[in-house]
C-alpha cells in the first residue's frame, strides 16, 4: 500500500477542520450576525429611557444598546458594557447581580463589571452614565 491514501486522508481532515474553525470564528466574531458590535461601548450619548426604570439597588439590561445599568443607591448609576468580553456576545439576563452571557457561560458582577465566571476572564468595560431630564444618557458626552 503506498502513502497516497493516508496523505490524501490527513489532507482531508485538514480541509474539515479548517471549515469547521471557520465556522467557530464566524460565530465568535464581532462580525458577525449574532448581536455584537466591533466597539463594545457606545462612541456618542444613547439615551436609555427614563432613569426611574432602574430600580434603586437593582439592574436592568438594555440589549439592544448592548449596556447593563445598575442603581446602587438614589441618584448613583452605573453602566457597563453588555457585550461579553471573551467573544462578544450580548448578555441576556440578570439574575440577581450577575450577568449571564448566552454563548459560552461567562458571568459577570453587574455592580463592578468584574467576570465571575469564565471562559471571560476581562471585566465588562464601564461606560459613563448621566441623568438628564429625568432620562439616562450613557456613553461620553456630545
Same mark, same amino acid.
Given at each position: 500500500m503506498?502513502g497516497?491514501?493516508?496523505?490524501r486522508? +490527513?489532507?482531508?481532515?485538514?480541509v474539515?477542520?479548517?471549515? %469547521?474553525?471557520?465556522l467557530? %470564528?464566524?460565530?465568535?466574531?464581532t462580525e458577525?450576525k449574532?448581536?455584537? $458590535?466591533? *466597539?463594545p461601548?457606545p462612541? %456618542?450619548?444613547v439615551?436609555?429611557?427614563?432613569a426611574?426604570?432602574?430600580?434603586?439597588?437593582? +439592574?436592568?439590561?438594555?440589549?439592544?444598546?448592548?449596556? *447593563?445599568?445598575?442603581?446602587? $443607591? =438614589?441618584?448613583e448609576?452605573?453602566?457597563?458594557? $453588555?457585550?461579553?468580553?471573551?467573544a462578544?456576545? *450580548?448578555l441576556?439576563k440578570?439574575e440577581?447581580?450577575?450577568?449571564?452571557c448566552p454563548?459560552?457561560?461567562?458571568?459577570?458582577d453587574?455592580t463592578?463589571?468584574?467576570a465571575?465566571?469564565?471562559?471571560?476572564?476581562?471585566p465588562?468595560?464601564? *461606560?459613563?452614565? +448621566?441623568? =438628564?431630564g429625568? #432620562?439616562?444618557? $450613557?456613553?461620553? #458626552?456630545?
Open positions: 503506498s497516497q491514501p493516508a496523505a486522508r +490527513t489532507l482531508l481532515k485538514g474539515a477542520l479548517a471549515g %469547521a474553525a471557520g467557530g %470564528a464566524a460565530a465568535c466574531s458577525s449574532l448581536g455584537h $458590535a466591533q *466597539v461601548t462612541t %456618542a450619548p439615551d436609555l429611557g427614563a426611574d426604570a432602574v430600580p434603586v439597588g437593582g +439592574t436592568r439590561l438594555y440589549r439592544e444598546q448592548r449596556l *447593563v445599568v445598575h442603581r446602587p $443607591a =438614589e441618584g448609576y452605573r453602566a457597563f458594557s $453588555a457585550q461579553c468580553t471573551h462578544g456576545c *450580548v441576556d440578570v440577581g447581580t450577575e450577568g449571564n454563548c459560552h457561560g461567562s458571568r459577570f453587574i463592578t463589571g468584574e465571575v465566571r469564565g471562559p471571560a476572564t476581562v465588562l468595560p464601564e *461606560v459613563p452614565v +448621566t441623568v =438628564e429625568g #432620562k439616562l444618557v $450613557a456613553g461620553p #458626552k456630545a
